[in-house]
Nanobody
Framework: QVQLVESGGGLVQAGGSLRLSCAAS????????MAWFRQAPGEERVFVAS????????GYADSVKGRFIISRDNAKNTVHLQMNSLKPEDTAVYYC?????????????????WGQGTQVTVSS
């Protein structure tokens, strides 16, 4: 089992930045690929970004490409999402996810473990 706890959400003005963090505990010895998803009110949870266990591969949704950066520190069992040039449409609950293989994926069903989420609100 892997437990995930997100932090770093909050309220920010459009054009601003936030850095989300996800701390993993439990079976962190396995080589997990990690990802961020988000869910806006009344909408489905969607893929944002993913990173392989080695950090060699990353993937981004088109809506965030060039603005968001995903990174990880395996020594600290943490994953980060640096969010720049934020827009009101980025407002959502952001979820950290882990899967039991080291390769990235973009679908919800590919991920075994989920955090509780952190709220990000971008005001116009």
């Amino acid at each position: 089992q892997v437990q995930l706890v997100e932090s770093g959400g909050g309220l920010v003005q459009a054009g601003g930045s936030l850095r989300l963090s996800c701390a993993a505990s439990g079976r962190t010895d396995s080589k997990n690929a990690m990802a961020w998803f988000r869910q806006a009110p009344g909408e489905e949870r969607v893929f944002v970004a993913s990173i392989s266990w080695s950090s060699a591969s990353t993937g981004y949704a088109d809506s965030v490409k060039g603005r968001f950066i995903i990174s990880r520190d395996n020594a600290k069992n943490t994953v980060h999402l640096q969010m720049n040039s934020l827009k009101p449409e980025d407002t959502a609950v952001y979820y950290c996810a882990a899967r039991s293989v080291p390769f990235i994926a973009r679908t919800l069903a590919s991920y075994n473990y989920w955090g509780q989420g952190t709220q990000v609100t971008v005001s116009s």
